[in-house]
């Protein structure tokens, strides 16, 4: 099965905070990602969070880990048009090579 | 700092045409990788260079793809023959170490090569 898991679709209303989940498998993940993906571009940093923390925050983004569920979550606050994207999880442990989730398409409305 | 840089953007083959992907990365990245996004799916990893050895290849289908990187800067990714099922986006991506305990490994992608197989 799928080492990482995400839902597909997330629609939100401009304004509105967006929260978007991922589940994993490996307990002995070590950094735990969040990439952005815009049409017909490559993916793109947004934050990572160590397996040792539980929250993160930067900015409009809020990581949250709960390692005993092996749940992430990226919440983005007053979310924008611009947020439109597809928003992969990944994961590295001793390889340090990342697994990515299939990703979430995230569309946000007027 | 110009990114990842990837050509081509765009190809458009018949099956059993050969095709060639290029990549440059990031200058003083020794780690590069090459993966395959499917239409709807996540990056899957299909070959890792540190410097100018490949120390991940298993997911590479040797039988019809090869790559290489040469002077542990930029790497090609051939197909040769290419079939329907090749059709996808090609992601070149790099990072400054892998392997280590160093901390978290931020890669950094490319636009992509997305390659249609009439």
């Known amino acids: 099965g799928e080492d990482v898991e995400q839902s597909l679709f997330l629609s939100v209303r401009e304004g509105d905070s967006s929260v978007i989940n991922c589940t994993y498998t490996?307990?002995?993940?070590?950094?735990l990602y969040w990439y952005k993906q815009e049409p017909g571009a490559g993916l793109q940093l947004l934050t990572y969070?160590?397996?040792?923390?539980d929250m993160k925050q930067d900015q409009r983004l809020t990581v949250l880990l709960n390692k005993k569920d092996k749940h992430l979550s990226l919440r983005i606050a007053d979310t924008q048009t611009g947020d439109s994207a597809i928003y992969f999880c990944?994961?590295?442990?001793?390889?340090?090579?990342?697994?990515f989730g299939r990703g979430t398409s995230l569309i946000v409305h007027p | 700092e110009a990114g990842v840089v990837q050509s081509p953007r765009y190809k458009i083959i018949e099956k059993k045409q050969p095709v060639a992907f290029w990549c440059n990365p990031i200058?003083?990245?020794?780690?590069l990788y090459w993966y395959r996004q499917n239409l709807g799916q996540g990056p899957e990893l299909l070959i890792r260079?540190?410097?100018?050895?490949?120390?991940?290849d298993s997911q590479l289908p040797k039988d019809r793809f090869s790559a290489e990187r040469l002077k542990g800067v930029d790497s090609t990714l051939k197909i040769q023959p290419a079939e329907l099922g090749d059709s996808a986006v090609y992601l070149c991506?790099?990072?400054?170490?892998?392997?280590?305990?160093?901390?978290?490994?931020?890669?950094?992608f490319g636009a992509g090569s997305r390659l249609t197989v009439l």
């Open positions: 490996d307990s002995s993940s070590t950094y």
């Open positions: 260079y540190e410097n100018e050895e490949a120390v991940d």
């Open positions: 200058s003083g990245h020794n780690t």
């Open positions: 969070i160590f397996s040792n923390m």
């Open positions: 990944a994961e590295t442990e001793g390889s340090y090579i990342p697994t």
């Open positions: 991506a790099s990072s400054l170490v892998a392997g280590t305990d160093s901390g978290a490994n931020v890669l950094t």
